[in-house]
């Protein structure tokens, strides 16, 4: 059932995402504009600026892209509304898509017809994290973009590949389809047994705030190694050349079988746009950062 309460939160929460973005990606924009050398790339960066000054100015969303609609929560067990949350979020999504308004992208597979309303088969995609002794109710909401999400992979790697694989298989990866995905990128990694986990745990790493590491050094010490190896390319803003490339390396691992160990890619754009909020039981907004 809607919750009318429930689905305003969520719906604010889609529109402070699709026309601002998140501070720690604006000042990964504005470190990386001011340390380009030439004068394309200044330029570049001069019109991702522009661009974002026009969407506050007009109230209008970032990218013509406002992406396919995913979400992540983190579901206290005592939270009351938890039988209302999918249908909440649903109709936010197609009060958005209407009122912001949001580009319909959601394409019914097999019908291969537009929804109109970007709701469709498991549209949008909601993943739950049940919180045990908690009556809370985190949501993040992510816009996946078509660009960005082209640059997706998976693999499951033969055992001998060890994590020089994986370095090649991302390094691989990120120089063939990175530039589809508006550079300069976040890149997240995901390690695991198998291809759904790796791919599932590459999205949170997307969803990691930039600047923060994975707090095991090792993990940490192959994100650095990883994004100071991918910004020597000189892929640059939008893929036309200049310094460091990427706002973000993040890694997120499981624990693996001895026979595998799979890897898996995503992508944020320089307007990777995601927004997450903490609900109170009694359906205040206790948090919007
Ligand atoms: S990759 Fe990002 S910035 Fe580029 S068109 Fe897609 S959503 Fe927009």
Excluded at 46 to 68: H, M, S, V, Y
Excluded at 137 to 160: D, E, F, H, N, W
Excluded at 192 to 212: D, E, N, V
Aim: hydrophobic letters at 40%.
């Amino acid at each position: 059932m809607v919750n009318a309460k429930l689905t305003q939160i969520i719906y604010e929460l889609i529109r402070g995402a699709s026309l601002h973005l998140p501070p720690d990606v604006m000042n990964g924009l504005r470190r990386m504009a001011a340390i380009q050398d030439t004068p394309l790339a200044k330029e570049l960066y001069g019109c991702i600026f522009d661009n974002l000054k026009k969407a506050a100015e007009l109230n209008r969303p970032i990218c013509q892209d406002t992406g396919a609609l995913q979400f992540f929560l983190k579901a206290g067990t005592g939270f009351p509304y938890l039988n209302d949350t999918e249908d909440s979020i649903k109709d936010a999504v197609r009060q958005a898509t209407k009122k912001i308004p949001l580009r319909p992208n959601v394409v019914e597979s097999f019908e291969e017809k537009n929804t109109g309303d970007n709701i469709g088969s498991r549209a949008p995609w909601i993943e739950w994290e049940i919180v045990p002794d908690n009556q809370d109710l985190q949501i993040t909401v992510y816009m996946a973009g078509g660009g960005c999400s082209l640059t997706g992979r998976a693999k499951v790697l033969m055992p001998l590949e060890g994590y020089e694989g994986i370095v090649r298989y991302v390094f691989d990866t990120i120089t063939e389809w990175g530039v589809n995905a508006c550079p300069p990128l976040i890149v997240g990694v995901g390690i695991g047994t198998c291809t759904p986990t790796a791919a599932a745990l590459s999205k949170k790493a997307l969803l990691r705030p930039i600047g923060l590491h994975n707090a095991n050094p090792k993990a940490r010490d192959m994100e650095e190694r990883m994004k100071k190896g991918l910004d020597s390319i000189g892929i640059g803003p939008l893929g036309m050349s200049g310094k460091e490339s990427l706002l973000a390396l993040n890694i997120e691992y499981a624990a693996h079988h001895p026979a595998t160990l799979a890897v898996g890619i995503s992508a944020g754009c320089w307007a990777t746009r995601r927004g997450k909020v903490l609900i109170s039981k009694d359906l205040t907004v206790k948090s919007d950062k």
